[in-house]
């Protein structure tokens, strides 16, 4: 069974940083996109920053230049560095990946908490 598990969510001072880490329960050497996705409360979950099997990253508008993201697939992770992080960075923090064992499906973490206070 695919679990996934986010770490190090926390309460951060605008222009701060956090880095955000995600340990899959299964190899991720086949997974095609490891990523992670946000959602603030009243709005929809959205894409921060997702990263291919042959390390092409990419990267919503809003946190170019600021979030990197990056994979190990020895480790079985994803890691999200965020800095230079604002107010509008607050939401829960969420961990996906795309496939296993070649079938498409999306797997969710439990989801970290971050907030940015002004």
């Known amino acids: 069974q695919v679990q996934l598990v986010e770490s190090g969510g926390g309460l951060v001072q605008s222009g701060g940083s956090l880095r955000l880490s995600c340990v899959a329960s299964?190899?991720?050497?086949?997974?095609?996109?490891m990523g992670w996705y946000r959602q603030a409360p009243g709005k929809e979950r959205e894409l921060v920053a997702d990263v291919t099997s042959d390390n092409r990253a990419n990267y919503a508008d809003f946190v170019k230049g600021r979030f990197t993201i990056s994979r190990d697939d020895a480790k079985r992770t994803v890691s999200l560095t965020m800095n230079n992080l604002k107010p509008e960075d607050t939401a829960v923090y969420y961990c996906?990946?795309?496939?296993?064992?070649?079938?498409?499906?999306?797997?969710w973490g439990q989801g970290t908490q971050v907030t940015v206070s002004s």
């Open positions: 996906n990946i795309d496939s296993y064992l070649g079938v498409e499906y999306d797997y």
């Open positions: 299964v190899s991720t050497d086949h997974v095609y996109a």
